[in-house]
């Protein structure tokens, strides 16, 4: 989405892609303290990640903890982290109905599994052919967002009660989502396709404002004060096995064929390219 020019904040091709990157350091530069040479840390950069090295500034460094993977490093990262403090902000309880959006995506599986360790009521929309996957990792009920129709499916498993919480990555506004919201909902945006530019329809807003339903986009930059102990909480639960990434690794000279498997949605979980 970078790469075509869809994020606002980043510059217009030609620039260089890759904002999260993993490895080894090679070398520190003079009054850096706390890393040394062979450390490995992960960070988030404002490009050029796909190359073989990288300069990135000391307070961009994270440290990963000892014989930790670094793919995993880089997939708990930005897709993980997200997840947590996503369903931390909602403030999702045991019982919640939640509702995830992209759930057969890297961001989707961690947060359908984190938000089952919290006790919620998890409903996944993801394409029929990641419904086993996505089943896999806890979902109580799985449902295709192009299938017309698909939230009478969904009101069936949660009810009257409805949904708590919708994580949105589509921010489609006209969504049969919508409905679905509980009293004192929150439909939280995290993500957009492109081809999804539907507005918010006038009569949805009487409604909102009957039920409570908060709306509201969700961007990391907003939270980053809340990165440390997020990766400090992911770190320990994929190293106790309670937390499990799908990844694909390709190289990165595969980078193009990778990004045609995105745009066609032909992955699943973390996709990590390889220098």
């Known amino acids: ?63 990963l903890p000892a014989g930790f993977d670094h793919a995993l490093g880089v997939a708990v990262l930005v897709q993980g982290v997200t997840a947590y403090i996503l369903l931390d902000e909602a403030k999702v309880t045991e019982g919640d109905p ?11 599986n961690s947060a359908v599994q984190l938000a089952k360790a919290l006790g919620a009521k998890v409903v996944g929309l993801t394409s029929k052919s990641k419904f086993a996957g996505v089943r896999s990792l806890g979902a109580d009920h799985v449902a295709d967002f192009d299938d017309a129709g698909w939230a009478a ?12 919480v919708y994580l949105d990555s589509i921010g489609d506004l006209r969504t049969e989502a919508f409905p679905l919201l509980s009293q004192f909902g929150q439909w939280i945006i995290f993500g957009v396709r492109a081809g999804s530019r539907n507005a918010l329809p006038f009569e949805a807003i ?49 980078a193009t064929k990778v990004h045609q498997l ?7 979980g973390k996709v990590v390219l390889v220098p």
């Open 98 to 108: 939640v509702l995830i959006s992209a759930a057969g995506g890297g961001l989707g």
């Open 206 to 254: 009487p409604v909102m404002i009957e039920k409570n339903i908060t709306l509201r986009g969700f961007n990391l930059e907003g939270s980053l004060h809340q990165v440390p102990q997020a990766l400090s909480a992911l770190f320990k639960l994929v190293s106790e096995g309670k937390l499990e990434i799908e990844i694909t690794k390709y190289p990165l000279a595969e």
């Open 153 to 164: 499916s969904v009101k069936q498993v949660v009810g009257e009660k409805g949904i708590k």
């Open 1 to 63: 989405m970078a790469r075509s020019g869809f994020y606002p904040k980043v510059p217009k091709a030609p620039f260089p892609v890759g904002f999260e990157i993993a490895g080894v350091e090679k070398g520190v530069g003079k009054g850096v303290q706390g890393f040394k040479e062979g450390d490995s840390v992960v960070a988030i950069i404002q490009g050029g990640g796909y190359a073989t090295h990288a300069v990135i500034p000391v307070a961009a460094a994270i440290p």
């Open 262 to 268: 995105f745009e066609a949605r032909k992955t699943s």
